[in-house]
C-alpha cells in the first residue's frame, strides 16, 4: 500500500507543478530506471502494484484495446531494410482504408523520412518512443522475444527466402495453436473446446517439428 499512496500522491502533485519541473523529474526518472536495468535482473510486483494497474484501467478504459488479439497483420524479409522498403510494408500492411489512427515505433533509421511522409499521407499519426527504452513498446518486444524463443533460436537460417519460409509456418503456428495467457489460453484464432467424444488426443507437428498442436481424432 506505501508503493500506491506514493503513486497518488505524486500524480496529486504533478497537477500544480510547472512544465519544466515535470520534465526534470522525468530525466531523472528515466536515469533512475536505467541504473535499476543494469542492477536487477527481474522486477518484483506487490499487491500495491497492482491495485495502482487495477485502478489505472478503470479510469483509462482503452489501455489494452489495441493489444487485445495479439495479431501479426504483416511481415516480410530484408537483409538491409531501409525507408523506402519499411514504407512499401506499411502499404501491404494496411491497404485501402485498414490503417490505424496511431503507429507506435523506436528511432531506427529505417524509420526516415521516406517513411515518415508515407505514413503521414496513409493518415496515420507518429507516436515515437524514448531513446533506449523498448518498454514503452512492451507488447511489441514480446512479440520479438516469443519469435526468437520459439523458433529462431532452435534453427539455422540459410537465406532470406529460407527465414521467410521459416517465419510463414511460425506465424500460421502462432496464431491457429500457439496459447496466450492474456487471452484465457486460447490462440488470436479463437478455437473451439474439443470434447473426449470426439476421439483421442492426436499429435500434430507445427513449424517443421519444433513444436506441435493437438486435436481429438476418431480413431
Known amino acids: 500500500m506505501r508503493t500506491l499512496i506514493c503513486a497518488l500522491v505524486a500524480f496529486v502533485s504533478t497537477l500544480f507543478r510547472s512544465r ?65 522498403w519499411t514504407g512499401q510494408q506499411i502499404i501491404a500492411a494496411f491497404p485501402w482504408d485498414t490503417a490505424p489512427r496511431y503507429l507506435l515505433w523506436d528511432r531506427d533509421g529505417m524509420y526516415a523520412t521516406q517513411f515518415q511522409r508515407r505514413v503521414k499521407s496513409m493518415g496515420i499519426e507518429e507516436v515515437l518512443t524514448a531513446p533506449r527504452s523498448p518498454w514503452q513498446n512492451a507488447f511489441v518486444e514480446r512479440v520479438i522475444g516469443s519469435i526468437r524463443r520459439d523458433c529462431l533460436d532452435h534453427v539455422i537460417v540459410l537465406n532470406e527466402r529460407h527465414l521467410k519460409h521459416i517465419l510463414t509456418r511460425y506465424f500460421d503456428y502462432y496464431h491457429r495453436w500457439r496459447t496466450h495467457l492474456s487471452m484465457g489460453m486460447d490462440s488470436p484464432e479463437s478455437r473451439l473446446v474439443q470434447r473426449r467424444a470426439l476421439g483421442k488426443v492426436v499429435q500434430f507437428p507445427e513449424v517443421g517439428g519444433l513444436h506441435h498442436h493437438y486435436e481429438r481424432l476418431v480413431a
Open 20 to 84: 519544466l519541473a515535470l520534465q526534470l523529474e522525468n530525466v531523472a526518472l528515466r536515469h533512475q530506471l536505467t541504473v535499476y536495468q543494469r542492477t536487477a535482473h527481474r522486477p518484483r510486483i506487490n499487491p500495491g502494484d497492482r491495485v495502482l494497474w487495477s485502478w489505472f484501467s478503470r479510469g483509462w478504459s482503452g489501455w489494452r484495446n489495441a493489444h487485445h488479439c495479439r495479431k501479426v497483420v504483416h511481415f516480410n524479409v530484408t537483409e538491409h531494410p531501409t525507408a523506402q
